[in-house]
């Protein structure tokens, strides 16, 4: 953190920090079948937007998801989605949630079933599900943490 200080000849002394620049790189972007995959790395964490496509009754809906993880969560979220293992992963508290929930599947399978879920503070939620097809996989295995 840098620190400027100045004074004025009235004896007023002003105080500048500025906090250094948090460092963006996108690492992943991919889309197929409606479901879009970002995956940008933040300093020591890692930023993950999932955007999912649907239609609901008569109208086409497109929800993003936003979570930020931990290098070891991050890696922890990859090997689940490569291999299948059913999990969990996202923030959430009683304010708000954005959870990233895989299905178990064979690792020979070639779609992954998820569930993003939504809350927001205690009532409002919503749970959108989709599948990650090989496209997306593939590319989420080449990621390197």
């Known amino acids: 953190?840098?620190?400027a200080q100045a004074s004025h000849r009235s004896g007023l002394q002003l105080t500048l920090s500025v906090m250094p620049k948090m460092r963006n790189m996108e690492i992943l972007n991919v889309s197929d079948s409606g479901?879009?995959?970002?995956?940008?790395?933040?300093?020591?964490?890692?930023?993950?937007?999932?955007?999912?496509?649907?239609n609901f009754f008569i109208s086409f809906q497109k929800t993003w998801y936003r979570m930020i993880l931990d290098k070891k969560d991050f890696e922890?979220?990859?090997?689940?989605?490569?291999?299948?293992?059913?999990?969990?992963?996202?923030n959430?508290?009683?304010?708000?949630?954005?959870?990233m929930i895989i299905k178990e599947s064979k690792p020979s399978s070639p779609y992954r079933e998820i569930k993003m879920y939504r809350r927001i503070f205690i009532l409002g939620f919503n749970i959108v599900p989709a599948s990650l097809t090989p496209v997306v996989l593939n590319e989420i295995k080449g990621i390197k943490a």
């Open 1 to 3: 953190m840098k620190i």
């Open 35 to 54: 479901v879009d995959f970002v995956v940008n790395k933040i300093d020591e964490s890692y930023e993950v937007k999932v955007s999912i496509s649907y």
């Open 76 to 90: 922890y979220m990859v090997k689940c989605l490569v291999n299948g293992v059913g999990s969990k992963h996202g």
């Open 92 to 99: 959430g508290s009683i304010w708000q949630a954005n959870k």
